[in-house]
């Protein structure tokens, strides 16, 4: 490990010793500056980091306090001054630049008297500075059929998913999953699943068509919003917003699928006037089973509905508060890749918001959020052959609170921002069996969760600087004070003999995150991000409390450590972000992490637990082992959003591996010996991935015809300790045709798998009962049409 940092803090002295050279090379040439000031229209007051591009070329930056900006090494020629504010419709001016004069502009922007639609953002330097980060706009989302948020995110470069129905897949981002990734609402919110094989990750708890955008920050490095180990998918929600005046407005969609007879629909309404402002509005979906490519049925019906209501208050015109709430349903979801169904889910999402914001003041921003997520979800097995002998029902209850404040302090272009938060989570639940076959036999219960919680305290800053007009810097830490408790992990027999026991079951850590990073412009073409970071993260409540359960890949019983001891992630990222002029603008990325105290899971042997499921070899136990590696690379082109033609290509690939594990030799369902494995590749990592969207703007963009072509390569890196199964690799074809009848009415219609072809994921879990992966849905036509009056 001694000798990776060396190599890392020698790579850093390189690079920052190449810009900082660069720098003196580049101030010796003569250009133009660009400057201005942008606006409300309304209130006349300065907008505060507001994006400002000059395109074609990498010239961009962000307004300061008083809503100045400044562009220097501009060099003559044409180009188009760009302007973009969450709240605010964009700017765009074409200008011709001449070299050596000074150009200024003042510019004024109008309130989105619609939704906050989410910007959306490829290849461009944002306030994020080094940090890579996507942005999925809420308009790419509405335009295809979308169940849920997990499912849409698979087309964007290096994000995957596990499926385990027709619904609620859980994101997987560079290999990094469930606790490793941090999904959050509004930056902020934190909902945790009930289901201990998490049928219903914290993303299939919104709705997509509740969404602005979602916007995903790749590694260890946003430590300002929670603790950051993998990355960080942040569902940001449509909000009511002031107008002049009173209005009213109305969206509404309705969609329609074939394969499984998919029915979609959405109502919104929204208005208000300067001080008050609301939006209320609900989602209903049924499915369906729907059919593979071989024509084989997958049973994976499902039903959800929500509603949802938020009221904005602006008493003063540097204060907001926000008041949302949302209470979303599962009903009879059939996960056929599990042990059990959800048969009805319950969450209620409540959160308060609180911003101030005076770009006149050093003390520019406050920003506090009150939250809480309650999830209650009840699971069986009635539809599986076995309920004939046991039926089973699962009820948990799954709480989290929290509170966060980020205090944003502003000086010579340069920003602090520090503040805390808090979460505290809580699980409850049992299973309860019936003996169908022996009705005089007590009914048996078994805890899933036994009153476990677990507490975070984050005390966290994040410090911006401008070191020149070419160079951004951003340096970020983080302490959190975490601690988990429960009551004994038990398991009794029908005689109440203990089938496992423990009570040490209490632990408490001190993490400490950090990260770094530099933007350096060479030029108007090229860019180049560095950033490196650690982000450590405590075991979550699966992988402390978990009591005897089959919730891995594997076919093994699983059993909870409360000793556990956090993971560590030490990554560096390197990115290099091209513009072409016409050709467009081209994003390569590099990454590498070296993961501490990794956790995994072991085999114990029966004297200490005996596995509870029928079928399976046996338990394993969540453990730590000494050091993981993984490492992979992501590629993006994009042509410019002025061009008619439109083609997005996309590649990615992770790898990791363990440096030493153990693979059990198996035999007629019976361990029969054990191997040492070298190098072993970690376990449920996608393969090689491809993604190429190809459209063109008709009738001045009014009609808008796409390809989408996903390629996918065989996954034959797989792990041997794990007894994961290669997969063949796939090519699907999808058409999308979208037509704006004017601004009130739009309509989208297209099919997905458009040659009906036969395929799995990776990722996707195997079916219960067999040894065959669940298979994705065959041919999809759809149609949908969208309102907004």
């Known amino acids: 490990m001694t ?23 580049g101030k010796a040439q003569e250009s133009a500056i660009v400057a201005g000031r942008v606006i409300a229209q309304t209130t006349k007051t300065p907008i505060a980091f507001a994006d400002v591009w000059l395109k074609p070329g990498r010239l961009n930056t962000i307004t300061n306090s008083a809503g100045e900006f400044e562009i220097r090494g501009v060099k003559s020629g044409n180009y188009e001054l760009w302007v973009k504010s969450v709240g605010f419709e964009s700017f765009s001016q ?44 809420a308009k790419e989302i509405m335009r295809v059929p979308t169940r849920d948020v997990g499912e849409y995110l698979r087309e964007t470069p290096n994000i995957s998913g596990i499926r385990k129905g027709a619904t609620n897949i859980d994101p997987v981002l560079r ?37 602005a955008s979602v916007e995903i920050l790749k590694g260890p490095y946003a430590l300002r919003y929670g603790p950051i180990f993998g990355g960080i998918i942040n569902l940001v929600s449509k909000k009511p917003i002031p107008n002049e005046g009173f209005k009213i ?23 208000g006037n300067e001080k008050i402002y609301f939006l209320m509005g609900g989602n209903n979906r049924y499915y369906g089973n729907y059919k593979a490519g071989n024509s084989e049925e ?86 599986r052959p076995i309920s004939d002998t046991v039926v089973g029902v699962s009820k948990v209850n799954a709480l989290n609170h929290g509170a966060r404040i980020d205090f944003g302090v502003i000086k010579n272009d340069n920003t602090l921002h520090f503040g805390l938060d808090y979460e505290n989570i809580f699980k409850d639940g049992n299973r309860t069996k019936n003996m169908i076959l022996q009705p005089n036999l007590p009914v048996k219960v078994e805890p899933l969760w036994k009153n476990a919680r677990i507490e975070n305290l984050g005390v966290f800053s994040e410090y911006r600087r401008r070191q020149s007009d070419n160079m951004q810097w951003i340096i970020a830490g983080r302490l959190d004070f975490n601690s988990g408790i429960s009551d004994p992990l038990a398991l009794m027999d029908m005689k109440g003999n203990a089938i496992y026991f423990n009570d040490t079951v209490s632990s408490g850590f001190l993490n400490f995150s950090f990260s770094t990073g530099l933007s350096y412009i060479i030029d108007n073409h090229l860019t180049i991000d560095f950033s490196v970071g650690r982000g450590t993260r405590s075991p979550d409540m699966l992988e402390r409390f978990i009591i005897l359960l089959p ?40 990454f590498f992490s070296y993961i501490t105290d990794y956790i995994s899971a072991m085999r114990i042997p029966p004297s200490v637990a005996l596995p509870q499921t ?64 070298i190098n072993d590749p970690l376990p449920e990592l996608p393969p090689f991935e491809g993604n190429w969207k190809l459209g063109y703007n008709l009738f001045n963009r009014r009609f808008i015809p796409e390809l989408n072509i996903r390629m996918v390569a065989g996954q034959h890196r797989i792990s041997k300790a794990y007894d994961e199964e290669t997969t063949p690799g796939f090519v699907i074809f999808g058409i999308n045709m979208f ?30 009962g067999t040894s065959a992966s669940m298979y994705e849905p065959g041919r999809i036509a759809y149609f949908k049409i969208m309102i907004d009056l």
């Open 3 to 25: 000798k990776l940092l060396s190599y890392i803090c020698g790579a850093t002295f390189i690079i920052v010793l190449s810009l900082c050279f660069v720098t003196k090379l």
């Open 94 to 137: 074409k200008v011709e630049i001449i070299e050596n004069l000074p150009f200024y502009f003042s510019i004024e922007l109008k309130n989105d008297v619609r939704f906050i639609e989410g910007v959306e953002i490829t290849g461009q330097l944002t306030r994020q500075g080094p940090y890579l980060r996507e942005v999925v706009s």
């Open 249 to 271: 407005g109305i969206k509404a969609s309705k969609g329609w699928e074939t394969n499984w007879n998919g029915n979609e629909e959405h109502l919104s309404v929204y208005g």
């Open 614 to 677: 029928n079928s399976v070899y046996g338990v394993k136990r969540f453990t730590n082992i000494n050091y993981a590696l993984m490492y992979g690379f992501e590629f993006q082109w994009e042509t410019p959003s002025t061009n008619n033609w439109k083609s997005n290509l996309a590649v990615a690939y992770t790898t990791g591996i363990n440096p030493e594990a153990i693979h059990f030799i198996m035999e007629n369902g019976e361990v029969t010996g054990s191997e040492k494995v």
């Open 175 to 211: 290999g990094m999953k469930a606790g490793q990734l941090n999904v959050q609402l509004d930056f902020g919110q934190k909902i945790e699943g009930g289901c201990p094989n998490r049928m219903d990750p914290a993303s299939s708890h919104v709705d997509p068509n509740d969404l």
């Open 739 to 768: 037509y704006r009848y004017n601004r009130q009415i739009s309509i989208s219609a297209g099919v997905k798998n458009l040659f009906d072809t036969f395929y799995y994921e990776h990722l996707n879990r195997r079916m219960i």
């Open 551 to 590: 919730v891995g890949y594997d076919n093994y019983d699983y059993l909870g450590n409360p000793q556990l001891k956090p993971e560590s992630n030490h990554q560096a990222d390197l990115t290099f972000r091209v513009s072409a002029g016409e050709f467009g603008e081209m994003t390569a990325n590099g």
């Open 298 to 383: 997958v049973k994976s019906s499902f039903k959800k509905y929500n509603y949802v209501a938020k009221v904005g208050v602006t008493p003063h015109k540097h204060h907001n508060f926000l008041l949302s709430y949302d209470n979303s349903h599962g009903v009879d979801i059939r996960f056929p890749a599990l042990p059990m169904d959800e048969r009805k889910d319950d969450t209620k999402l409540a959160s308060l918001k609180y911003h101030y914001f005076n770009p006149s003041k050093s003390l520019q921003s406050v920003d506090l959020m009150v939250y809480r997520s309650d999830v209650l979800h009840e699971m069986d097995n009635k539809w």
